[in-house]
Structures are given as structure tokens and as C-alpha cells.
């Protein structure tokens, strides 16, 4: 069982916006602003689309934000497209050198 | 081209040990921390550690004393190993860059992956 909760999945059609959720508790998102954001896509490595909460590093498409609200972090995907199509995890710090991820959110382009 | 390039995969039995590599370049190994990050067979991801020559290397209480984390700056090179493996620790496992400046969970660039099968 995943420190952090995702739904397991999410869909929206090409144009779309969707939020996918990512809850903890105070230990983690809600003690923290290194909250961060990775896409990928089967068989492949992650890539970080957003860190400390609300940063995009550059490469990253600006269709891709996040936010946090108490112990909730979302992160938003605008004007989906078919290659938003993967997996999409959260991690957040939470404290004694531990560092945890969420199970996944898998994203369908309909 | 800028890239982390792991060594390949790997089958090993019980009790045997381990070494897997993680070759970047100059640019790569500056001004920045090397993490690994575990992935079982159709599951999420885990935080192993990260390491920097010159400072403590930081181990996740999940892995502590369980893989040892080394780093060769000379030849921008990063290891993981085990001193004895187990059924459990098949998975995945994934080196990255972290720069300075991010925080731990911040890896910006990462390698291939690394499948190691434990299995008698």
C-alpha cells in the first residue's frame, strides 16, 4: 500500500482538462512544499513534469500544472492529447529522510 | 546527447551479490546528486537514495542497510549493490539526476532502468 493515494485512474477526451489527485496527511503534503509530479509511459523511465508543488521544469509543456490544497496535491493536464496518454505519480518529503510516492493514476486518452 | 546509460540486465539467484552501474557524462555528474529509484514488476515507484561525493549519503529507512550506494566522479560513474539478494528485491531499478539546488524528489534526468531478476 502506496504512502500516498491516487485514484487508479483518470480519462478525458482530446482538448479535455483533467485533475488527478494525489491525498497524504500533515507528515507529508501537508508538511511540505516538495511535492512533486512524474509522467511515464510503458516501458519507460519517469519524467518530472512538476516539483515543489507548482514548479515546471523547462521542457515541460505549461498543459501541465499543479497545485496543493491542505493534503491534497492535483496536478492538471490541459488540452489533453493522445501522447498525455501514461502513468502519472506523486511524491512528496515526509520528514526522517523518507521520501514517498503515490501508486499511480493511469491516464486514458479517449 | 545528454543521457544516464545503466548496465544491463541482470538474473541472479538468492544470496548472490550485486553491483549495477550508471554511466552519465561530465555535465551530468556536476553540480549535481545521483538517486535510485526502485520499481517492482506492475507497481509504483520507490525512493532507494541518493549520493554526492564530499556529503553523507541519504538512504530511505526503507533501504537503509539493505543495497550500498557508491559513486566514482573520476569516470562519472554511480553503483548500487547488494552484499546478499533476495526473491524480494526483483524489480527495476532506475538512477537519476538530481541537481543542486532541488529537493530529493526533484530527479530531473533519468536512466534506462536496470531489471534485476532474483530467483532460484
Known amino acids: 500500500q502506496s504512502a500516498l493515494t491516487q485514484p487508479p485512474s483518470a480519462s478525458g477526451s482530446p482538448g479535455q482538462s483533467v485533475t488527478i489527485t494525489c491525498t497524504g496527511t500533515?507528515?507529508?503534503?501537508?508538511?511540505?512544499?516538495?511535492v512533486a509530479w512524474y509522467q511515464q509511459h510503458s516501458g519507460k523511465a519517469p519524467r518530472l513534469l512538476i516539483y515543489?508543488?507548482?514548479e515546471r521544469p523547462s521542457g515541460v509543456p505549461d498543459r501541465f500544472s499543479g497545485s496543493r490544497s491542505v493534503y491534497t496535491a492535483s496536478l492538471t493536464v490541459s488540452g489533453l492529447q493522445a501522447e498525455d496518454e501514461a502513468k502519472y505519480y506523486c511524491?512528496?518529503?515526509?520528514?526522517?529522510?523518507?521520501?514517498?510516492f503515490g501508486g499511480g493514476t493511469k491516464l486514458t486518452v479517449l | 546527447e545528454v543521457q544516464l546509460v545503466q548496465s544491463g540486465a541482470e538474473l541472479k539467484k538468492p544470496g548472490e551479490s550485486l553491483k549495477i552501474s550508471c554511466q552519465g557524462s561530465a555535465f551530468t555528474f556536476t553540480n549535481a546528486w545521483i538517486g535510485w529509484v526502485r520499481q517492482k514488476p506492475e507497481r509504483g515507484l520507490e525512493w532507494v537514495g541518493i549520493?554526492?561525493?564530499?556529503?553523507?549519503?541519504i538512504h530511505s529507512p526503507s533501504f537503509q542497510g539493505q543495497v550500498t550506494l557508491s559513486l566514482d566522479k573520476s569516470i562519472n560513474t554511480a553503483y548500487l549493490q547488494w552484499s546478499s539478494l533476495e526473491a524480494s528485491d526483483t524489480a527495476i531499478y532506475y538512477c537519476?539526476?538530481?541537481?543542486?539546488?532541488?529537493?530529493?524528489?526533484?530527479?530531473?534526468?533519468w536512466g534506462q532502468g536496470t531489471m534485476v531478476t532474483v530467483s532460484s
Open positions: 515543489d508543488v507548482t
Open positions: 511524491t512528496s518529503y515526509a520528514g526522517n529522510n523518507n521520501v514517498v
Open positions: 537519476a539526476r538530481l541537481p543542486y539546488g532541488r529537493w530529493w524528489n526533484a530527479f530531473d534526468m
Open positions: 500533515s507528515s507529508d503534503i501537508g508538511g511540505t512544499k516538495h
Open positions: 549520493i554526492d561525493l564530499g556529503s553523507p549519503i
